[in-house]
């Protein structure tokens, strides 16, 4: 098993990188570092050795950037550095994802995010949107932290569908050896908020407790299938703006969010819903989306045979 991180060879920032070591420093994961060449050329086919040329600067540059991230990493890791040659840079990373049997890929933020928060560019937006491994994305800025992760976030919404997440956040959580806590994220006003729908205390205090309910019922899920993982729940992180909601969370350092994919997008892969969107753009910690697995089928009753016509 592996762990795959994208580096281009036009990328400055190093979160991407520091939070694949800090995963690796907690699992003891090789770290697979891939550059994908874009090939972009095939306009200038017609020009006799143009595209040669551009095939061997964009390769020295990859070879160079990879060279520059291998130093990076330093010698604590086991490190594979890969150069591909892809029309679809996030296509490649999946490709190599898949070949590798990654349990994780590992991407940072697009450059116009703000600093300490993750931005979707075409790369990331793309692997958050078609993955069947989880995708891991730092923010902007992001350094490791000495002692690698330490604890697991669960992300939930206020309904049961988040339940089907008990098995990949249980993986996640035995695999890291961290502890869970699981928290639901709220806004008190706007238009769209669940807060803003429940303005009657009355209902408001209602629904805090179906929120209660369906958390423990997740934790307990969680502890059945990973015995070994101390899970616990936080009721409701409250804000005015999602923002407020996140940063009233009590972070420490080392913590990881894991948000699940929305159950609108393709079963078994990362789909990332607009509320999931607003989290992970608010986030402070790296998040890891999760793809939400497949149901389980429920076995056919035999069919009925046909009586033979005579």
């Known amino acids: 098993m592996s762990i795959v991180v994208g580096f281009g060879s036009d990328t400055r920032s190093t979160s991407a990188l520091d939070l694949a070591s800090e995963i690796a420093h907690t699992t003891g994961e090789d770290i697979v570092l ?17 595209d040669d040329e551009w095939r061997r600067q964009v390769r020295t540059q990859a ?6 991230a291998r130093e990076h990493l330093g010698n604590e890791h086991r490190v594979v550095t890969r150069a591909r040659t892809a029309r679809s840079v996030p296509q490649s990373l999946l490709e190599e994802v898949r070949e590798n049997r990654a349990k994780l890929v590992v991407a940072g933020s697009a450059s116009h995010g703000a600093l300490g928060r993750i931005a979707f560019g075409s790369t990331n937006d793309r692997l958050a949107h078609s993955s069947e491994t989880p ?3 730092a923010p902007r800025g992001y350094t490791a932290h000495p002692n690698g992760i330490e604890r697991l976030v669960v992300a939930v919404d206020p309904t049961s569908s988040d339940e089907a997440l008990a098995q990949p956040v249980a993986d996640l959580a035995s695999w890291l050896g961290v502890p869970v806590e699981i928290v639901t994220f709220a806004v008190r006003s706007g238009s769209r908020s669940a807060m803003a729908t429940f ?4 209902v408001r205090q209602a629904w805090a407790e179906l929120v209660h309910e369906h958390q423990v019922r997740l934790a307990k899920r969680i502890g059945e299938l990973s015995p070994d993982t101390e899970v616990s729940t936080v009721q409701i992180s409250t804000g005015e703006r999602w923002s407020l909601a996140l940063d009233s969370y009590g972070w420490r350092g080392g913590d990881l969010l894991a948000v699940g994919s929305s159950q609108h997008g393709p079963v078994a892969r990362v789909f990332v819903g607009s509320t999931a969107t607003r989290i992970v753009n608010h986030s402070p910690v790296p998040v890891v989306l999760l793809p939400r ?3 389980l089928k429920s076995p056919r009753a035999p069919r009925a045979r046909r009586p033979r016509k005579r």
């Open 293 to 295: 697995p497949a149901p």
């Open 34 to 50: 891939v550059s994908v060449v874009q090939d972009s050329w095939d306009s200038l086919r017609d020009f006799a050795g143009v």
């Open 63 to 68: 070879g160079e950037a990879l060279a520059e």
């Open 135 to 137: 995708v891991a994305i």
């Open 199 to 202: 303005a009657d205390q009355g």
